[in-house]
């Protein structure tokens, strides 16, 4: 990861989907929901964003479902837009798809180093047949719980990679 130095007490990470109402929400209370018994809490911003979003939105009702099934509550989420003074002040971007990727660096030119699909983070090289977390609106409820669940599996991955960073960092 590259992030910047300045001094912060804490390390920043931005979930980025579409409309910051599916994805993106359940993947930052999951990663909230990992580091608040744990001694990353209090060191770790999260939020999430959409390329296209709607400033305002509730996460959608099966996100809110399927997420609250997990012990976890994303009910207060509102849905805000991307933008190049959200971006700067995050130090991780995680995106669901390749063309969220592509979208953040080709209007935020200065994010190409930090920002990263949620599957390829982490995985040094390694190669993987999947790297896109496909969006669940429109689905039934077992679509969003599979969203869900690969969504949890791929933040449990890269929690050391996250908690390596903090402890590099210094954040405190």
Same mark, same amino acid.
């Given at each position: 990861?590259?992030?910047? &130095?300045?001094?912060?007490? &804490? ?5 980025? !989907?579409?409309?910051? #109402? !599916? ?6 209370? %999951? =990663?909230?929901? =990992? ?11 999260? @939020? ?9 939105? @509730?996460?959608? =009702? ?11 509550? %994303? ?27 592509? @979208? #953040? ?5 200065? !994010? ?18 999947? =790297? ?14 599979? !969203? ?13 990679? %996250? ?10």
């Amino acid at each position: 990861m590259n992030v910047q &130095t300045e001094k912060r007490k &804490t390390l920043s990470v931005l979930f980025v !989907c579409t409309a910051n #109402i !599916c994805r993106s929400p359940m993947a930052e209370g %999951i =990663l909230k929901h =990992l580091v608040s018994t744990n001694e990353l809490k209090g060191k770790l911003k999260v @939020e999430s964003a959409g390329v296209a979003a709607i400033d305002g939105e @509730e996460a959608s =009702l099966l996100a809110q479902e399927v997420s609250r099934a997990a012990g976890i509550d %994303i009910t207060r989420h509102r849905s805000q837009p991307v933008t190049k003074k959200l971006l700067k002040n995050f130090d991780l971007v995680l995106t669901m798809t390749l063309l969220h990727q592509h @979208e #953040i660096e080709r209007l935020y030119p200065g !994010c190409a180093g930090k920002t990263f699909r949620l599957r390829e983070y982490g995985r040094k090289g390694q190669l993987y047949s999947h =790297l896109e977390i496909d969006d669940p609106y429109g689905g039934s409820k077992e679509i969003y719980e599979i !969203c869900f669940l690969t969504l949890r599996r791929e933040i449990e991955r890269i929690l050391p990679e %996250i908690e390596k960073e903090i402890k590099k960092s210094g954040y405190s």
